[in-house]
């Protein structure tokens, strides 16, 4: 069943966080995603040297070379990954998240790394993931863990967790696995609350500040009541323009039916900027053949 987008939110900022949880509604049962989960992938190789297209109005798009992979992302928080184009976990449309990893629970746990692909869980393995042979991240599922309370920010139980060992930021996902928390090795967290359905409602970044985000007919609105909030424009449950604060428009264009869902065209009216990405088959797998930029090839590289 779809998830709807309506207007049913009166309460914003700390009142709604404290609202949904005084409802039980923060911590759902199982977030189920709208669309079966991208087939597994597998033996995926370590990740080399990425290549990076400023797409303009605040998106970049990261090619994966060795994977044959693209991911788009947006200052917003959103992103669209081509490695998962035929899921849709958060009403998004096909292959958009909220930027961040997520576990598909269906008949076991199957970890979703951006850029990279679903991996099914395996504790034998260095990286916890069947098939990912990167030394980048640990997956673990256990009993679950205490999540400490945070200001307005109740504490929480944590069923799985993704260590990015670069970085040190280890990311808790909840029993439906939806993100709920990530914390640095120093400490400094980020937070996210998810209403019933799923979808994602409020997040607390690593300075304490409290963004909405709010479901209408056709639009998404995401802010923390500072400034102008940034826009999600909707058609068909898809999401095919951002509206950035400042009024820039980015409109994303896609092509062929759900599972081969390619993006084909990003097009940043602010920044007068149009991004294509091209995607041939390569055995049985669509992997990324080409990108331009305003016409110029930028992937693959360039020969000078």
């Known amino acids: 069943m779809s998830r709807s ?20 509604a923060a911590v759902p ?14 033996e995926v190789p370590a990740a080399s040297a990425p290549v990076l297209v400023d797409a303009g109005n605040g998106l970049t798009a990261t090619v994966s070379p060795d994977r044959g992979n693209v991911l788009l992302r947006s200052s917003a928080g959103l992103a669209w990954d081509a490695s998962v184009r035929s899921v849709d976990r958060y009403g998004l449309g096909g ?19 951006p850029g990279a692909g ?15 042979h990167g030394t980048d991240v640990r997956f673990d599922a256990h009993d679950p863990e205490r999540i400490p309370a945070r200001g307005v920010i109740p504490a929480r139980a944590a069923f799985f967790t993704l260590t990015h060992t670069s970085t040190g930021v280890t990311d808790y996902f909840g029993g439906g696995g939806d993100l709920l928390t990530s914390i640095d090795a120093s400490g400094v967290r980020t937070d996210r609350v998810y209403d019933w359905n799923g979808r994602l409602v409020a997040t607390v970044d690593a300075n304490g500040v409290l963004s909405t985000v709010e479901y209408w007919s056709g639009e998404i609105v ?10 999600l424009v909707q058609e068909r449950g898809e999401v095919t323009e951002i ?45 990324v053949s080409e990108v331009t ?4 090839i930028v992937y693959p590289t360039p020969q000078s």
């Open 5 to 24: 987008c309506l207007p049913v939110r009166s309460l914003t900022g700390a009142g709604l966080v404290l609202a949904l949880f005084a409802a039980g």
């Open 95 to 113: 292959g958009v998240t909220w930027d961040a990893a997520f576990v598909d629970t269906h008949g076991g746990a199957f970890a979703y790394i």
């Open 222 to 231: 995401i802010g923390d009541g500072t400034q102008p909030a940034t826009r």
């Open 29 to 42: 049962a199982h977030a189920a995603p709208d669309a079966p989960r991208a087939a597994v992938t597998s």
């Open 118 to 132: 679903v991996f099914a869980a395996n504790p034998d393995v260095p990286s916890g993931l069947d098939g990912y």
């Open 243 to 287: 509206v950035s604060p400042d009024g820039g428009r980015s409109t994303l264009t896609r092509a062929g039916d759900l599972d081969r869902r390619t993006l084909i065209g990003i097009a940043s009216s602010a920044a007068g900027v149009r991004t294509d990405v091209q995607f041939a088959w390569d055995a049985d797998v669509k992997r």
């Open 293 to 296: 930029r305003n016409g110029v």
